[in-house]
């Protein structure tokens, strides 16, 4: 099963952390727990700088509907609610822990083992309490997803298990240590929507993890599809397509086309709310890359400093010229080391100076491979050229607003043009004009 | 950030961080590969043109490459770009060697010498350099050259195998001392035309497409360019650009259909006007245009639909000049006159974007 | 060779017809234009002749003829032009029997001094070559994220081409500058002032961080010491980290105050010695 259009991003990375499990890293001394990385509202601090906090202790309530909570990674006092280095590149708002060693949890939800007959809205404030946002990267808080407006009408549920981007192994790592977990909380959303139709897409560069979850869940409504390697398949609307057949309107939500998707990984952590009661407060993290001396996968804890986790991986080999958070086609390239992670950083990849700076760009030969490539079927070179020469007018008329910046046609333009800074600026003027 | 160095562990400084926009990994393809594979493409066809006419089409190959990266060179110094970054893309080179598989191998050495100033220079330069013509700058020079230098761009040299005694290739071994012959097509243009649907007239044109006469066509043992008379070699050369995937295979698919579906039509209902659609696959430079000129890159339309449009243009016009045109061959013209007409191509025929719905009438809404 | 008969008949025929032609198509355009004709003002033609015509929307009307437009009305002063010379004012006030109207004239300044020597950058950069684009990966390449970025939208986008960008920073050439305020518009930094152009001192720093920060990443930043507004309260005022001339104030700045203050990093400077400095490829310090 795949969808039309999209590339094969040569992936030579994923070997490197594909056979190397989880790990989870001692407690470190610091913890810088950002408060704007989700879709909506920032959440509202609840401590004062000074305060005592336990592990899974609440330090900021979500901020109306569309926010979500955050939750204290350890056990520690609170030093600072200050701005730090964001991901973003600009200073973002956290809260400092000074971590006592003790790693001593607070109290948490009582869990809910008979979940299954459990009604929906309860479930729904759960995952809402214990701070669940989408950790595939677009951190959208889970309780908003899973309550679509009453006028759209869900009928599936699709789990996201495709991992397209190379290099990163962590939502592979965690379908293979924790199979029963993310059958679970597939089965748990689907009880919360109401749907009978549960799949769960998996690249078939992954055959372990079909094969180990296809076994679990059996006697489940859940189904696993393996999916053709093709980036990128994890785009939300071409799993859709893939698996359900259905395309998302131009503008709209997968709700338009009767669809939720989740990452594998919030399934995980929303059987972690639900039978265990924990709010989330770590995820699986790649860390890799050629000059890293010991890539990996970690199990860390939200506001891990960067340079924290590049110790844990052995440190570099040499000194890098890129650190992306996230994957290369679609990951941010950071400016400062004092990055802490958060819920939606699936890896860190560390790239040389010369792999940054390999090729220079020229002008479009019209070769047409942006166009093959280009999964939502935009005329990539076309667009560009307008954009370059200022034509807003010209890029809205083609269609620039659908473009997902996946990456795919800057990825296989041969002049290796910046296409998606280009999409990027001209989706920013005509915000602007809006 | 000092540089920590602590059990062993070497942690970064920061200090050369690179930043720029996702993606952060790309393609190793670049333009230059491009040029490179595609001039691969071309060497069955060149080596076949140097085994049918010769040294001398050796001689035409090489120095009209070298004019041509010499007249890219002169541009580029003369406007003040960089020389040799410009030249490194090939694709100077590969105008150069596609330009002289469509001259005939007896040229005077002034031929590639204009030919290709005005490939380089009118072709492409003054449109702003590679990827900004809208032409394709070796047509734009045989067609100069056509019209400025008939005599010369018309001489063909005889191919090696005409000397042999075959009594079918008689009419195309023109002069006595056999340093010119005529080419089928131009054979065909001097047929008079019978418009009846005589027998008489499908004789006529029977003969001249005859089963043992298409088959030495094939093999290229015919009077042409240096590039389009051996078929086998031209199409091992498209094989290896559609292995590649440097060209839309919609494009000579289409054009060399269209042309044979044409001329089929024609052929059969005025036996007379044409010969059959074989003859017309086999001989003139259609196929060295259909598979090398027309999907040329940068002339060609982006999607798959606008390049089945363009390729049946093409193929109307070729079979309309060959059959009621002045001049025999009608190829360069018509993916020349397509060529201008790529722009409005690509504006109406776009693809689908994804979640949209076309409405009858071809506006789209979501 | 003599022409027959009926040669010059022929000639006289078809020079007849085409003259015929002309009369009848003169006539038409003549009567459309008569029918379809536009009652202007004529004043507004005369004034839109004076103008110099660069429509620069300095006078914050959309181009010359609709500035001309707002002057016969009575709505401007011709004086508010800023790119006319006083000839030029001068004769469409006579034309149209009104007073010139001194208007104070504005300059735009880029209030940074951070160039490549003296500032630090982050990163290497490595993408479209304009500010606006670079604020889109990571904010830019410069630490410091008030300062100017160096990129030249600015430069570009100046229709008197008054912006030089040197060693990566903006500097803008007062006597072209006409403070039309097209740059200030496109900065996605907001590091240009629009200031009145009699101005001829100004703070070039635009960061209102703590000095000491400022201090680690621009040599040539602004600590908000304080010094020049205890010189000088009435010409200067300090608003968090960051120092301003009161441009409001009755007496400007002058060369003697920047010389009687001694800013510690020269930050407060003359335009002219701004544009000195910033060609040094020195890290003054």
């Known amino acids: 099963m795949t969808f039309e259009g999209g590339i094969h991003p040569a992936d030579s990375g994923k070997v490197l952390t594909d056979n190397r499990p989880t790990l989870t890293p001692p407690v470190l001394e610091r913890y810088q727990v950002l408060l704007c990385e989700n879709v909506g509202k920032p959440p509202k601090p609840v401590v004062n700088v000074g305060d005592q906090v336990g592990k899974y202790q609440l330090i900021a309530a979500a901020d109306g509907f569309v926010s979500a909570n955050l939750h204290s990674p350890t056990s520690g006092k609170v030093v600072k609610i200050g701005d730090v280095p964001g991901p973003m590149g600009i200073p973002a708002p956290a809260i400092e822990i000074e971590a006592d060693g003790e790693d001593a949890s607070a109290e948490t939800f009582p869990g809910l083992a008979g979940w299954r007959d459990a009604d929906p809205k309860e479930l729904v404030k759960r995952l809402a309490d214990c701070g669940l946002v989408g950790m595939g990267g677009a951190s959208f808080p889970t309780h908003v997803k899973l309550s679509p407006p009453p006028d759209k009408k869900v009928d599936t549920l699709i789990l996201n298990g495709a991992e397209c981007e190379p290099f990163l192994t962590a939502d592979h790592r965690l379908m293979l240590e924790r199979p029963r977990d993310v059958i679970t909380g597939a089965e748990i959303m689907a009880r919360i929507l109401g749907v009978d139709d549960v799949n769960i897409g998996i690249e078939i560069n992954k055959r372990d993890a079909i094969e180990s979850l296809e076994t679990l869940a059996e006697g489940t409504k859940v189904k696993i599809i393996p999916l053709m390697v093709r980036y990128p398949q994890g785009s939300e609307k071409h799993l859709i397509q893939a698996i359900a057949g259905r395309e998302v309107p131009s503008g709209g939500l997968p709700a338009d086309a009767g669809c939720v998707v989740q990452n594998v990984a919030t399934a995980a952590a929303c059987t972690d709310a639900v039978l265990r009661g924990l709010p989330l407060v770590e995820r699986i993290v790649t860390v890799t890359g050629e000059i890293v001396c010991r890539p990996g996968n970690w199990k860390l804890k939200i506001g891990t400093p960067l340079l924290e986790a590049l110790r844990l991986a052995g440190g570099v080999t040499e000194e890098p010229g890129k650190i992306i958070f996230g994957g290369p086609m679609m990951g941010f390239a950071q400016r400062s080391l004092e990055v802490p992670i958060s819920k939606n950083t699936s890896g860190i990849l560390l790239l040389t100076r010369e792999e940054a700076l390999r090729h220079r760009s020229t002008s479009c030969i019209r070769c047409g491979r942006c166009v093959q490539g280009c999964p939502m079927h935009l005329a990539s070179c076309l667009l560009a050229t307008a954009i370059e020469n200022g034509r807003w007018d010209l890029a809205l008329q083609n269609h620039v607003m659908d473009c997902i910046e996946c990456g795919s046609c800057a990825y296989v333009c041969p002049a290796h043009r910046p296409l998606v800074q280009l999409m990027r600026s001209a989706k920013m003027e005509l915000r602007k004009k809006r | ?366 | ?285």
């Open chain 2, 1 to 366: 950030m000092s540089e920590e160095v602590k059990n062993d562990i070497k942690l970064p400084t920061g200090k050369r961080l690179v930043l720029s926009s996702s993606p952060h990994i790309s393609t190793s393809e670049s333009v230059r590969k491009i040029m490179l594979k595609v001039l691969l493409a071309m060497v069955p066809v060149c080596a076949a043109g140097v085994w049918f006419f010769g040294l001398r089409a050796l001689w035409v190959i090489v120095f009209t490459t070298a004019c041509c990266v010499g007249a890219e060179a002169l541009w580029c110094a003369m406007t003040k770009k960089p020389v040799l970054a410009t030249i490194r893309d090939c694709s100077a080179a590969v105008t150069g060697v596609l330009l002289a598989l469509n001259l005939p191998a007896g040229v005077p050495f002034y031929v590639p010498l204009i030919g290709a100033f005005l490939a380089i220079w009118l072709g492409k330069q003054i449109f702003g350099g590679l990827g900004h013509n809208p032409f394709n700058p070796a047509l734009v020079a045989r067609v100069g050259l056509l019209i400025a230098i008939p005599a010369a761009m018309t001489s063909w040299t005889p191919p090696r195998g005409m000397d042999q005694n075959y009594p079918e290739l008689k009419e195309f071994r023109a002069s006595v001392d056999a340093t010119t012959c005529a080419t089928p097509l131009g054979v065909a243009g001097q047929r008079p035309k019978l418009t009846d649907r005589t027998t008489a007239a499908r004789i006529n044109f029977s003969k001249l497409a005859s089963g043992r006469l298409l088959l030495r066509f094939f093999w290229g043992v015919r009077g042409g360019c240096i590039g389009e008379t051996c078929v086998p070699a031209l199409l091992l050369g498209g094989l290896i650009l559609f292995a590649f995937n440097l060209i839309n295979w919609r494009v000579p698919l289409c054009f060399a259909g269209t042309v044979a579906l044409f001329t089929g039509i024609v052929n059969i209902c005025w036996p007379g006007v044409t010969p059959p659609p074989l003859f017309h696959l086999l001989t003139g430079g259609l196929l060295l245009g259909a598979i090398f000129m027309a999907t040329d890159m940068v002339t060609c339309p982006i999607t798959g639909s606008g390049c089945v449009v363009f390729a049946i243009g093409c193929g109307i016009i070729t079979s309309v000049i060959r059959i009621w045109g002045n001049y025999p061959e009608g190829v360069s013209f018509s993916i020349l006159f397509m060529n201008a007409l790529v722009p409005l191509i690509d504006r109406w025929c776009t693809d689908r974007p994804f979640g949209y719905v076309r409405k009858r009438k071809s506006e789209v809404r979501k």
């Open chain 3, 1 to 285: 060779m003599m022409l027959g008969a009926i040669e010059t008949g022929r000639i006289l025929m078809a020079a007849a017809l085409m003259a015929g032609a002309g009369v009848v198509l003169g006539a038409v355009i003549g009567a459309i234009a008569r029918i379809f004709r536009v009652e202007g003002d004529s004043r507004v033609d005369l004034v839109t002749e004076l103008l110099p015509g660069a429509n620069c929307g300095g006078c914050g009307k959309a181009g010359c003829r609709d500035f001309a437009k707002s002057v016969v009305s009575g709505e401007n002063p011709p004086g508010k032009c800023p790119v006319s010379t006083r000839e030029q004012v001068g004769a469409i006030a006579l034309a149209l029997g009104v007073e010139v109207g001194e208007v104070a004239h504005k300059k735009a300044v880029v209030r940074c001094s951070g160039t490549l020597f003296t500032s630090d950058r982050v990163a290497y950069y490595n993408g479209i070559h304009k500010c606006s684009s670079a604020m889109l990966v990571g904010g830019g390449p410069k630490v410091c994220r008030y300062g100017c970025l160096g990129m030249g939208d600015c430069a570009r986008k100046c229709p008197f081409g008054a912006i030089e960008i040197i060693n990566n920073l903006a500097v803008v050439h007062e006597e072209l500058c006409v403070g039309c305020g097209s740059c200030a518009a496109v900065c996605p930094r907001g590091v240009i002032a629009i200031v009145p152009a009699a101005a001829h001192v100004h703070v070039f720093c635009n960061s209102p961080e703590k000095g000491a920060q400022k201090r680690k990443v621009c040599r040539s930043a602004c600590l908000g010491c304080g010094k020049c507004v205890r010189k000088d309260p009435e010409k200067f005022e300090l608003e968090a980290g960051l120092a301003r001339v009161k441009y409001s104030a009755p007496e400007l700045p002058t060369a003697e105050t920047v010389e009687a203050v001694g800013c510690p990093t020269g930050a407060l400077a003359m335009t002219e010695r701004h544009r000195q400095k910033a060609s040094e490829e020195t890290n003054a310090k």
